[in-house]
């Protein structure tokens, strides 16, 4: 059963229908959202306390983490109330900073992850000019044009959204106000809504994920151009974990934007844009530090430092 809501209230139905995948649910989604509390703050910390991690790549990373943070925070805490019991109700306004705080996050994270592609992009195929090309500045410059793109998107796109005339009954069939699930809720005319979400899928989703493709594509014949099994290596690790961020994001992010009218794609998209939310920030600190050898010596010596402070 879900629980009525006044007028002005919507309810995240979620998967309402099955209350026992609920309960596994909110084990899995609390569980994530402290992997994501966890590892992306630790990243933030060594990147910030760690002077060998004072580079473009880690300036980045953090970005990402801080970033990851803030995305889960807007909508996971309303999640573990709406799977836990039976009221699935958020205010009109709580759905409305929900909604343009996930564009807003979303959205500099799709033109943060092209940066950090061009960030690995001239440090593979330009390694003697690297710290000439990607310096402090130019990164600063980067990520304020990333955060400045996503407030543009949301600020665009959100308005439009809410003044559709909703259904009367105002279930969203979804875990989060998103703009796709926020259409379909509407009773009118929403072709204006469906174009505007095309085009900005398309400069947001496909334009950059193609950016990405072609800097990996310069990133792949110059690997082999090289004989040394070394710089192999080198290259492998220094590109891997962020393609693994951007496949994992990007398949999740078009799964829910860009997928079709039936009601077997938007059950799919129900469990993509729930990894899309959940799923990729927790397993991003993961990726990254797995294969990552200088953020390892970094906590290391950062818990070596903690240990002779307490010693003392």
């Not at 990373?61 to 925070?73: A, G, I, P, V």
């Not at 709406?82 to 807003?104: A, D, E, H, M, R």
């Not at 090289?226 to 220094?238: D, E, Q, Y």
Request: glycine content about 4%; proline content about 5%; aromatic content about 12%.
């Amino acid at each position: 059963m879900v629980n009525q809501s006044s007028p002005a209230d919507f309810l995240l139905l979620g998967f309402s229908e099955h209350p026992g995948l609920e309960r596994i649910l909110f084990v899995l989604v609390l569980a994530s959202y402290l992997m994501t509390l966890v590892g992306n703050t630790l990243i933030i910390l060594l990147s910030m306390l760690e002077p060998r991690l004072y580079s473009p790549m880690y300036f980045f990373l953090s970005n990402l983490s801080f970033l990851d943070l803030c995305f889960t925070t807007s909508c996971v805490p309303q999640m573990l109330v709406n799977l836990w019991g039976p009221n699935k109700t958020i205010s009109f306004l709580g759905c409305s900073v929900q909604l343009f705080t996930f564009l807003f996050l979303g959205t500099t994270e799709c033109v943060l992850l092209t940066v950090m592609a061009f960030d690995r992009y001239v440090a593979v195929c330009q390694p003697l000019h690297y710290t000439t090309i990607i310096h402090p500045r130019l990164c600063r410059q980067l990520a304020a044009v990333a955060w400045v793109i996503g407030l543009v998107e949301s600020v665009v796109q959100t308005p439009p959204t809410l003044r559709l005339p909703f259904c009367s009954h105002r279930q969203v069939d979804d875990f989060v106000c998103e703009v796709p699930a926020l259409i379909r809720l509407s009773c009118g005319d929403t072709s204006y809504n469906e174009i505007q979400m095309a085009v900005a899928s398309i400069f947001i989703l496909v334009v950059p994920l193609s950016l990405i493709l072609i800097s990996y594509g310069a990133i792949a014949r110059a690997v082999l151009r090289i004989n040394s099994a070394t710089a192999w290596r080198k290259a492998l690790g220094t590109c891997s974990s962020h393609l693994t961020v951007v496949t994992l994001f990007y398949s999740s992010a078009m799964a829910v934007y860009l997928q079709p009218k039936n009601p077997y794609a938007q059950k799919r998209g129900k469990f993509f844009g729930l990894f899309y939310a959940v799923g990729t920030p927790s397993l991003n600190p993961l990726i990254y530090t797995l294969r990552n050898k200088e953020i390892k010596r970094a906590f290391r010596r950062l818990l070596g430092k903690d240990m002779d402070s307490r010693e003392s």
